[in-house]
């Protein structure tokens, strides 16, 4: 059995790539010309070019597939040109799901986000059976995976071997970019961080959620989303966690939403002038006016799906952070304390 894995070149696709290399199976990855490919190396998995955007350049790397991992997304919260994800996460997805009908494919597993479940509006903790609308997706990467998802269940209702995955917020090494959440641990290890808004995640240790996807592939039910997540935990508690392992101090000033969005507007016409990435991302800003805690039971109960330690995530991640160059030298004190696991 050949699977192909798109997205390997990214954090949480590397590691699902990994595990499914570990677990002796043949692994195909598809990867853009352009892409960073440092997340492969040493992977030993067959390496096809091609783009998602793309959808003649599919057609070989799914030649004798009869699985498929799709990870990749533009997971970005600001982009001067809002339609390359769109382009990326909806027509890519509707690319790849074409090409996979087309060669027969046994199974399909789809990446999608807790953001297109995870709403602010319900009393109780959002699940899977939470119907969410297109309206309640806050900026253009949000949007953009409802709107994939949405194709991806219509696919499922058409008789496609579809599953779907909502990873919450993965944490650990190999987040070479690195994502929103990994920047988060950068800026706070290299002292950038006056502050915290008051807003909440669900976090996941990345190597469990990627474990995940292949308990999907194995004992998930077609058409059917699983939320592969953690702890729910408020920003407050990651950043004394991060404290805890790293023996830095953790901000104790509590940003109103209010200044915060003040911050972003600012930073962002300064980026315009400067042509930059805007360092307070306003999309940013206005995701975190709510906590996005969710029950993510169901994974446990229907696949065995368990999530380890977070603390132990995070000194992972903080040490690799440390290890790759991300962390400015402070002496020889270590970013991450001896005993942490």
């Given at each position: 059995?050949?699977?192909?894995?798109?997205?390997?070149?990214?954090?949480?696709?590397?590691?699902?790539?990994?595990?499914?290399?570990?677990?002796?199976?043949?692994?195909?990855?598809?990867?853009?010309?352009?892409?960073?490919?440092?997340?492969?190396?040493?992977?030993?998995?067959?390496?096809?070019?091609?783009?998602?955007?793309?959808?003649?350049?599919?057609?070989?790397?799914?030649?004798?597939?009869?699985?498929?991992?799709?990870?990749?997304?533009?997971?970005?919260?600001?982009?001067?040109?809002?339609?390359?994800?769109?382009?990326?996460?909806?027509?890519?997805?509707?690319?790849?799901?074409?090409?996979?009908?087309?060669?027969?494919?046994?199974?399909?597993?789809?990446?999608?986000?807790?953001?297109?479940?995870?709403?602010?509006?319900?009393?109780?903790?959002?699940?899977?059976?939470?119907?969410?609308?297109?309206?309640?997706?806050?900026?253009?990467?949000?949007?953009?995976?409802?709107?994939?998802?949405?194709?991806?269940?219509?696919?499922?209702?058409?008789?496609?071997?579809?599953?779907?995955?909502?990873?919450?917020?993965?944490?650990?090494?190999?987040?070479?970019?690195?994502?929103?959440?990994?920047?988060?641990?950068?800026?706070?290890?290299?002292?950038?961080?006056?502050?915290?808004?008051?807003?909440?995640?669900?976090?996941?240790?990345?190597?469990?959620?990627?474990?995940?996807?292949?308990?999907?592939?194995?004992?998930?039910?077609?058409?059917?989303?699983?939320?592969?997540?953690?702890?729910?935990?408020?920003l407050k508690g990651m950043l004394d966690m991060l404290a805890a392992v790293t023996g830095r101090r953790a901000p104790r000033w509590k940003i109103p939403h209010a200044?915060?969005?003040?911050?972003?507007?600012?930073?962002?016409?300064?980026?315009?002038?400067?042509?930059?990435?805007?360092?307070?991302?306003?999309?940013?800003?206005?995701?975190?006016?709510?906590?996005?805690?969710?029950?993510?039971?169901?994974?446990?109960?229907?696949?065995?799906?368990?999530?380890?330690?977070?603390?132990?995530?995070?000194?992972?991640?903080?040490?690799?952070?440390?290890?790759?160059?991300?962390?400015?030298?402070?002496?020889?004190?270590?970013?991450?304390?001896?005993?942490?696991?």
């Amino acid at each position: 059995m050949k699977t192909l894995v798109t997205g390997a070149t990214g954090f949480l696709g590397s590691h699902v790539a990994r595990q499914l290399v570990e677990r002796g199976e043949e692994v195909r990855v598809l990867a853009r010309a352009s892409s960073d490919v440092r997340a492969l190396e040493g992977l030993g998995a067959e390496r096809v070019t091609g783009d998602l955007r793309d959808a003649a350049s599919l057609e070989s790397a799914l030649a004798g597939v009869t699985r498929i991992y799709h990870v990749a997304a533009d997971y970005r919260l600001w982009a001067r040109d809002s339609r390359e994800i769109y382009e990326s996460n909806v027509n890519g997805t509707r690319n790849l799901l074409d090409g996979a009908r087309r060669a027969g494919i046994e199974k399909f597993i789809y990446t999608s986000t807790v953001a297109t479940i995870a709403v602010p509006h319900h009393a109780e903790l959002p699940n899977e059976a939470t119907q969410a609308s297109i309206g309640e997706m806050i900026g253009h990467y949000k949007r953009s995976k409802f709107m994939a998802e949405q194709c991806v269940l219509q696919a499922a209702e058409q008789g496609m071997p579809v599953v779907i995955v909502n990873p919450t917020t993965p944490v650990g090494p190999g987040d070479w970019k690195p994502t929103p959440t990994g920047k988060i641990i950068v800026d706070f290890m290299n002292g950038r961080m006056p502050g915290y808004v008051d807003t909440g995640l669900n976090f996941v240790p990345v190597e469990d959620c990627a474990r995940g996807h292949l308990l999907a592939a194995e004992r998930g039910r077609i058409g059917e989303r699983y939320i592969l997540g953690g702890l729910n935990l408020t920003l407050k508690g990651m950043l004394d966690m991060l404290a805890a392992v790293t023996g830095r101090r953790a901000p104790r000033w509590k940003i109103p939403h209010a200044l915060a969005y003040a911050a972003g507007c600012l930073d962002t016409a300064v980026s315009r002038v400067m042509g930059r990435e805007p360092h307070i991302p306003l999309e940013g800003v206005r995701m975190a006016r709510h906590k996005m805690f969710v029950d993510a039971s169901k994974a446990g109960r229907e696949l065995g799906f368990v999530a380890g330690p977070m603390e132990a995530a995070v000194a992972r991640a903080a040490r690799w952070y440390e290890s790759n160059g991300y962390i400015a030298a402070r002496g020889a004190q270590p970013a991450v304390r001896a005993h942490a696991a």
